[in-house]
């Protein structure tokens, strides 16, 4: 039996969940140098963990899923063996990532999970997706924490969905603000289409 989406627990892309209002004023590098959490995030100084955590939504999305099933891995622990297999390009301090093809690869070899890169994926095609798979991490604009608000553009950050129908959608983000914003997020899908990119993976055990 799938366990209910209000089971899966929730993992900032911080060590500290309530870091995300400091990174947008100071900037992440700047803020996360104070994050007293950061060791836990399996980077090896502090310097790696202020220039990685800005750019691991994606491996705080597949430790949600792995913790689903009793493993706990660290965020920059997965970026840094996700980069082993071209999930994510280091040059000249600048990250390129998470680049979706080397991830299903990534997660399928060390992980044994299913996954399924989607695109073109319509908003009223999430509720199926879910009935075949049991998580679907979405590209969607960072500014879905703010639902009131219109995104600038929309991609470039990913949330997991753990559930959808055709009056709401459920999903965990990892750099929500706020409680509401991070931990079973709901939106009606007319809303979530205004930030989602049509394209994401889908993932099951």
């Known amino acids: 039996m799938r366990p209910l989406p209000e089971t899966v627990p929730f993992f900032s892309q911080w060590e500290t969940p309530d870091m995300t209002l400091a990174v947008l004023a100071d900037g992440a590098e700047a803020a996360l140098r104070r994050d007293p959490l950061w060791q836990g995030s399996g980077a090896a ?17 597949l430790k949600m899923i792995l913790a689903v099933r009793g493993e706990i891995v660290p965020t920059i622990e997965l970026a840094r063996r996700c980069t082993g297999y071209g999930g994510y390009v280091v040059s000249a301090g600048s990250i390129k990532g998470l680049i979706y093809a080397p991830f299903v690869t ?4 060390e992980f044994g999970l299913e996954a399924q890169v989607m695109t073109n994926v319509a908003t009223s095609d999430v509720p199926e997706i879910l009935q075949r798979s049991r998580f679907f991490i979405a590209s ?20 997991l969905v753990t559930s959808a ?35 994401g993976i889908a993932v099951s055990f």
């Open 45 to 61: 100084t502090l310097d790696e963990y202020a220039v990685w955590a800005a750019n691991i939504c994606g491996m705080a999305c």
């Open 140 to 159: 969607v604009s960072s500014s879905i924490r703010w639902p009131e608000r219109e995104p600038p553009s929309k991609g470039g950050h990913l949330v």
């Open 165 to 199: 129908s055709d009056q709401l959608f459920r999903f965990h983000n990892p750099s929500g603000h706020t409680t509401a914003t991070q931990s079973n997020a709901v939106l009606a899908p007319s809303d979530f289409d205004r930030f989602f990119a049509n394209r």
């Open 106 to 109: 990534f997660v399928q070899a």
